[in-house]
């Protein structure tokens, strides 16, 4: 049987247009704290079997993004603080007893989530402790809801604009600590630091220096924050409900050093040093404490007793095991000794493997699968030749063969590497009838490649070096460049494979003449490709590549309210990459898989694979009935 390209989401996607100033300026937003206990507690059935994660380790790359050219918008109406969400449902809602099981791919790396910018090494180990100001609401990912707000809204004050957010009063860090509006300042500026002090990384959430002031933030009162704007600004709200965007506590974060923030205490060890006046991690006030970990094992959650949405989540613990081959992800999976992935789907989890998954365990296991969701790229060393050269890098953007590496490193399931995501900004069949790095003759592309290799001083081609993850897709997608390029060019690329954590600290410190690795975008909008590629002092900019045209139209693009003038702005921006002159290198958009036991109820397909990891909302249900549709039902 072939699966490539049958697999869609079912439930709900992003549509529509990039989300407008006016649909963002009114009173707005939905508080998802809850005041009522859960439904029935009905337990789960336990685990079929002990899982054997003795050789487990670190992998995937983070592969994940969208699927519509829209950013979701946020709801303009308010709800009171004690109303159950409409998905809620009497006796239906249900608690698991005990640890629910679950498998990952990859260590932990950073766990400072303002600091590190990949989802499966940051995101999905330590955003499960936080929340955010506002979110993506679980079940319907169309809307922007509150998540610590419990209402805001725009404000205009002669020549001030920007916004005001009210807080949930119920709310608490978990050492009992209130969430105030000081927090909320201060994580605000935490992570606009970048602006004011040198060498500060904000990976995925520095677009906030594009609209916020550095330290113009301020509490009003314990639960209301002020935030001002630059300009009127329609990607400030889609963006700040982004998972990245946490907020922590002031009395723990400001006396905390980066390496500090960065360690992986559990809840029990860093409240204890917090107590004793030495803070040495980060705690947060969301649905899950962090119990323990261990490198190349697995980690594990508890369930906050005291979070303010009250009655969730709906486990008493998580109990997430690291394996990085595939044939044992897979085999625990059709066991029964985990009941699920816990991205819930990345790029180490194929689709074709997903689907078949589905198949062998008639339905039990339920494939869950976005495709062209993730973009897979090269970063290329502008510090260190050959790629210090722009002649080298544009050699590089006409030489790889991007349909050669889709049908072979993804098995077709994708697209050529366009820099924005698929259907977004560029035009593919455009770009195939007239742009030679994109054609299927392949000719022109290579010949003018050959060229700028000897006007650079390279007629015969040069040895480098590739610090790549040691995981599909991005390893698969290395193996097929190299030999691709050895031949058409000339170009020996050595590769050097290791674990996602240490590719990352490798990208950063340069010690490679390029890196290899996917990336997931947060939102479809192409301000999130900009905001992680193209600004300054980011963990995908690593040694700072700028174009004073660019600099210009980036914020061109952030303050135009017009969306023709702003797509205006953009096109030119696309042009401009395409001369392959910057440091990334896009060579593919592949899919992403993942699979639930039919029994996870629930989950909704988010805009991107980056949004809505808190597992707050979702539940086991041991009675349901198999549905007859395929592929997951919520």
Sequence with gaps: ????????????????????????????????????????AAPAAEPTATLDVMAAADAPTPTAPLDATATPVPVPTAI???????????????????????????????????????????????????NQILEYNPVNPNEIIGDLAVSWEFYEDGGEVGYIFRLNPDATFTDGH???????????????????????????????????????????????????????????????????????????????????????????????????????????SGPWTLREWEKDTGYSFDRNPDYFKTGRPFFDGLKIFLIRDTARRISALQAGQVYGTYQPVTGSNRPEDMARLEEDTDGRVRAVILEDSGVEAWFLNQDKPPFDDARVRRAMYLGVDRDNAVEKAILGFGSPGTFFAPGVVEDLPELRANNPAFMSDRSAALAEARQLLADAGYPDGFTATLNVVNSNPALAMAEVLAAQLREDLKIDMTLQPTDLATMYVGMRDGVANADGVGTGIILRDPGDIINQFYLQDVLRNPHNWQNDRVDELIELQNRAIDPAERWGHLDELAEILHRGESHWLPVLWGSNGGAFDYRIRNYYYPPTVQLIKKWDHVWFDPDREMPAEVGYVP
């Design 178 to 284: 209130p969430v105030t509006a000081e927090d909320v300042v201060f994580s605000i500026d935490r992570i606009t630091l970048g602006q004011v002090e040198e060498g500060v990384l904000r990976a995925r959430t520095g677009f906030l220096n594009n609209f916020v002031v550095h330290g113009t933030a301020e509490a009003i009162d314990e639960y209301t924050a002020k935030v001002p704007l630059r300009f009127p600004a329609s990607g400030f709200l889609p963006n700040l409900a982004s998972d990245y965007m946490k907020v922590y506590p002031k009395h723990v974060g400001e006396n905390l050093s980066q390496e500090q923030a960065n360690t992986g205490l559990s809840q029990q060890e860093a409240v204890a040093a917090i107590n004793a006046g030495q803070p040495a991690a980060l705690i947060g």
């Design 80 to 130: 009171a603080v004690d109303q159950r969400p409409d998905w809620w449902v009497e006796g239906e809602s249900k608690h698991y007893r005990g640890d629910f099981p679950l498998v990952a791919t990859s260590n932990p790396g950073f766990w400072d989530v303002h600091y590190g910018g990949s989802m499966n090494t940051v995101l999905i180990p330590s955003g499960p402790r936080f």
């Design 1 to 40: 049987m072939t699966y490539r390209r049958m697999w869609r989401p079912k439930t709900l996607l992003a549509a529509g247009a990039v989300a407008l100033l006016a649909a963002m300026v009114a009173c707005g937003g939905a508080s998802t704290t809850e005041q009522t206990e859960s439904g029935a």
